[in-house]
């Protein structure tokens, strides 16, 4: 029986990286392994190879974020699988150990690792397709949206998307709020109504990563204003 082979140790400490950023606390042991915790509880153990074991007395109540975890590791080592592949990135007055995602319409998509991370870039060629210009950055650390943004903002601005297609992380967030305030109603559903409502929040939970937390200043924001009563005066 074959062994699955130890994962690398860049995808490793990315993970490491992207998990801490949502608020899950990390720790490392000599192994390689991660055991992850969140609010107090280690839930979950990532190996050495990227394979989650978790502990089944201690996630009761907490799948959502189980799923969380589960999904960033799958994001995580796609992103990272991609790096390790793509070709040098090269033009003029370009660093090295950028590599080349994707390219359409004249706007490249690269990536670049960094001492604080994955970071990644949509550039523009000049006309002469020598040099890149009109940087955008995403990541590194998990900031600025990472790897799903930097998609959208390729797609948007090599014209494969046109920008009204795109929902911000706001929008999507007041979105998922709007279905389980639905959901959680009294108001009858069909069976199909529900389950296309699930599956749409079911999406969102996979593209925004912070949900958990945007969903939770949307509804303090939302509480400050009805203490105040919710008016501004001019």
Not at 6 to 24: C, D, N, P, V
Not at 75 to 86: P, V
Not at 142 to 156: E, S
């Amino acid at each position: 029986m074959e062994s699955t082979p130890k994962a690398s140790t860049e995808y490793l400490e990315e993970l490491r990286i992207q998990l801490r950023s949502q608020g899950f606390t990390v720790h490392c042991g000599e192994s390689r392994d991660m055991d992850v915790e969140y609010g107090g509880s280690t839930l979950c153990r990532i190996d050495d190879c990227g394979n989650l074991g978790y502990f089944a007395e201690k996630i009761a109540g907490k799948e959502a974020i189980l799923d969380r975890i589960r999904e960033t590791v799958r994001s995580t080592r796609k992103y990272m699988t991609l790096i390790e592949q793509a070709p040098p990135l090269e033009a003029e007055g370009l660093g090295e150990g950028y590599k080349l995602l994707a390219e359409f319409n004249g706007t490249v998509l690269a990536g670049h690792m960094t001492e604080y991370g994955a970071q990644f870039i949509t550039w523009d060629w000049t006309h002469n397709r020598k040099s890149l210009w009109q940087g955008h950055y995403y990541g590194a650390g998990g900031d600025g949206g990472g790897y799903q943004a930097a998609k959208q903002n390729f797609a948007v601005r090599s014209g494969l998307l046109p920008s009204s297609a795109l929902f911000t992380p706001e929008q999507l967030t007041e979105v998922y709020r709007s279905i389980h305030e639905t959901l959680d109603s009294e108001y009858p559903l069909t069976d199909e109504r529900r389950k296309l409502l699930e599956s749409a929040a079911g999406q969102i939970e996979d593209v925004v990563l912070d949900l958990d937390k945007r969903v939770d200043l949307s509804n303090r924001a939302e509480l400050d204003a009805s203490h105040s009563g919710g008016m501004e005066l001019s």
